[in-house]
Each structure stands twice: as structure tokens, then as C-alpha cells.
């Protein structure tokens, strides 16, 4: 999904531009192109290979239901549109960088890579997701992974023909359950809770399905010699149930590790960093968008993103000439 014409090696040692963008995932890609829409030169950096965060490397072939237009789009067409849409601002990207360091100068910031490369901006927008996707560990089983226990489903058809179970409460255990319903021999969902933390419509419609639902039941031992051949789950103060089962889908949410920009000063909550209503973190020039910040009553969805990436570029639009508007104006007038 890059763009071999936009994108610079270790080898290229400085980078100057307008915008810097850490985070090529869907609010850095729109973020990328609005910049470029509002007549910023943008540099884009991201440590995974790829552009398209979380969704291109977790769950590309997952159908997504909360973008605007889009009554149902997978993960990697959704990425390949950003991607267009995000290439026509002609950005520099620096894919397989990790941003490390970073400075203030008088009309500024340098931002360093773990590859030695440096980029000096004006601002600095940070759309980094949860940062690092560490995966919270399934509490019994954890020596079966990659002998039958995952923690993303890239591939459902991978699974074809198996008996799946699928443990979590939130919309990507859900998404994961239905996805897999057609190509698995069976899918069991097991939530410890009676409720699903999950959007009303996918609950509705796992309702519906043939996915065998378990609530509230813990996962309490795995089985199996060279691969899992077994599940055993129990509700509290039951007897416990052994499943058959040749693959477990863990899907228990995330730890957030900020990384590098842990060590540069910003404010924050809840691993998240903090943001007023113009999207600006503690440091100056500094202004974050995504599942990355936080803010009193934000809701975490992508669409949301969207338009936080679109607050902070105009936002950050008079401190790159100011001559510039925080108001844009209509794409159509254009």
C-alpha cells in the first residue's frame, strides 16, 4: 500500500516541510491529504512498513460499519482509498521510522527517527491509534500462540473448516465471530459478562447467527499436545464446559504504549494524550488526533477521528503561514 515515488530510506538524512504527521493510520492518512488540501507540504512517519495502522495490519479483510458513505467497507479497501486520498498531497513518507526525539527551535520542532533521520516542521500532529499494539494476554493458554491461539485474524479464511472460539465482549470480538461464521466449521463467543461492550446492530446481529454464544463464562484451561484441540470454559458456580475447538481468537482490547513520545513531556490520561478543543496538546505546535488523545467525553471511533484530524490541520493552518484561516472554507467553492 506505499507509494515507492513518496517514500525516503535512511539514506535521505533531513526532511523540511510545513506539517509533520506521526501515525499513518486512517485519521494520519486524512490528516495527510487535508493538510495538503489547506497548501501544506507534509511529511508522513510511521514505524510499521505499510500505511494503515491497526487496520491494515489487524484486520484488513474485517468489514468496518462506522465510516460515512460506506454501509460496510473491509479494512484494506478502506486503507487503499485513504491511501489515494492521502498521496494527493504528495507527502514524504518515512515508512519503518520510529519518531525518538524531539526539539523545539525558535520557529518550530525537529523530530528525529530511530533511523537517524530528521525532520524539521513547523508543527507536529501526532495520530499514532493506541501507539504500540500490545494485545492483552488470554489469562490461561498464553504457551499456545501461534499453536492455535491468535490475537488478530488478518485472514479469516485462514480458519476455514475449524472449530473457533472467540473470546471477548467489544465490537472486534463480535466483528471477528461474525466474519469468521461462514468459512469456520463452528464459532463459539465467550464473554464473561452478560452484556456485550459492543455497537447495538452487530449485537443484534450476532444475535441472530449461527455463532454459539457463552455469557458470562470464563475461559479456564486449554488443551492440546502440538495445537489446541480443546477449550474448557465455566460459569461461575457451574460445572465447566469442554469444547472442541482447533483455534482460539483472543480479542481483549490492547495495552497502550506510547513509546519514544512517552519520554517527551506531553500531558496525559490513561496512556492518552491530552488535548484541548483545538486538538493542541501541552507543548506548543504540538496537536494530536485519534484514538491517540483524549478529552473530556470523547468517543473513540474512527469517523471521529476524521474529523479531529480536519480540526487540528486548520487549527495548525495559521501557525504555517499566517495568513492562513482556521476557516477553510467549502471544497466545493474550490
Known amino acids: 500500500m506505499t507509494d515507492p515515488a513518496h517514500t525516503v530510506g535512511a539514506t535521505a538524512n533531513t526532511t523540511v516541510t510545513d506539517l509533520l504527521v506521526v501515525g499513518a493510520g486512517p485519521a494520519g492518512l486524512y490528516a495527510t491529504y487535508y493538510a495538503g ?16 495502522g491497526q487496520v491494515a495490519a489487524m484486520y484488513p479483510e474485517k468489514p468496518i460499519y462506522d465510516i460515512a458513505g460506506f454501509p460496510s467497507v473491509k479494512g484494506r479497501e478502506l486503507v487503499e482509498r485513504l491511501r489515494a486520498q492521502a498521496m494527493s498531497a504528495e507527502p514524504v513518507l518515512l515508512l519503518g521510522h520510529t519518531a525518538t526525539t524531539l526539539e523545539h527551535v525558535d520557529d518550530g520542532i525537529v523530530v528525529t527517527t530511530d533511523l537517524g533521520h530528521r525532520i524539521e516542521a513547523k508543527a507536529l500532529l501526532l495520530t499514532g491509534g493506541v501507539g504500540s499494539f500490545i494485545p492483552r494476554e488470554l489469562p490461561v493458554g498464553s504457551d499456545y500462540l501461534g499453536r492455535g491461539l491468535r490475537y ?3 485472514r479469516p479464511d485462514d480458519l476455514a473448516g475449524e472449530d473457533v472460539v472467540v473470546v471477548g465482549g467489544g465490537d472486534s470480538a463480535i466483528d471477528w465471530a461474525l466474519s469468521l461464521e461462514p468459512v469456520a466449521a463452528s464459532v463459539t463467543l465467550v464473554h464473561r459478562r452478560p452484556v456485550f461492550r459492543a455497537h447495538e446492530r452487530s449485537v443484534a446481529t450476532l444475535q441472530k447467527s449461527s455463532v454459539r454464544i457463552l455469557t458470562p463464562h470464563e475461559v479456564v484451561a486449554i488443551g492440546g499436545e ?7 470454559v465455566r460459569e461461575r458456580g457451574a460445572d465447566p464446559i469442554t469444547l472442541s475447538a482447533g483455534s482460539v481468537v483472543a480479542a481483549l482490547g490492547f495495552i497502550a504504549d506510547l513509546g519514544p513520545l512517552d519520554t517527551w513531556g506531553l500531558a496525559q490520561e490513561r496512556r492518552r494524550i491530552l488535548v484541548d478543543r483545538h486538538q493542541q496538546t501541552s507543548l506548543p505546535r504540538v ?4 484514538d491517540i488523545s483524549e478529552y473530556p467525553g470523547k468517543v473513540r471511533l474512527m469517523s471521529v477521528g476524521f474529523g479531529e484530524a480536519a480540526a487540528a490541520v486548520n487549527n495548525i493552518a495559521p501557525l504555517i503561514d499566517s495568513s492562513l484561516s482556521t476557516t477553510p472554507g467549502h471544497s466545493s467553492d474550490r
Open 37 to 52: 488540501f489547506r497548501g501544506m507540504s507534509v511529511a508522513l512517519v510511521d514505524s510499521l512498513p505499510e500505511v494503515g
Open 152 to 154: 488478530f485474524v488478518p
Open 226 to 232: 502440538e495445537r489446541i484441540d480443546s477449550v474448557t
Open 287 to 290: 496537536y494530536s488526533a485519534g
